[in-house]
């Protein structure tokens, strides 16, 4: 079972940026597909970026544009750069594995906040 500790997350001004780090225990890229998920209060939690099993990217509608996901195949590591932040981001962040093949597992690091305020 794949371990996912995020980091990178904290308090920055509207307009700022942040970069969120994923570290995977183990090889990942070749048995999971990785995306990053936010929960706010109150709401369920939502896709924020991923990648497909084809390696392509997904993006929320509302943070095309700003965020960009990417990965270190070398160092089992998935980023989200975040730029231009708004209050609205304000979350948690989750790292996600998903199995490539059935069961389609999800697992979830321990989520690391976001909070983008003046």
């Known amino acids: 079972q794949v371990q996912l500790v995020e980091s990178g997350g904290g308090l920055v001004q509207p307009g700022g940026s942040l970069r969120l780090s994923c570290a995977a225990s183990?090889?990942?890229?070749?048995?999971?597909?990785m995306g990053w998920y936010r929960q706010a209060p109150g709401k369920q939690r939502e896709l924020v970026a991923a990648?497909?099993?084809?390696?392509?990217?997904n993006y929320a509608d509302s943070v095309k544009g700003r965020f960009t996901i990417s990965r270190d195949n070398a160092k089992n590591t998935v980023y989200l750069q975040m730029n231009s932040l708004k209050p609205e981001d304000t979350a948690v962040y989750y790292c996600a594995a998903r199995n490539i093949v059935p069961p389609l597992n999800f697992y979830w690091g321990q989520g690391t906040q976001v909070t983008v305020s003046s």
């Open positions: 183990g090889s990942i890229f070749s048995r999971y597909v």
């Open positions: 990648f497909t099993s084809g390696g392509s990217t």
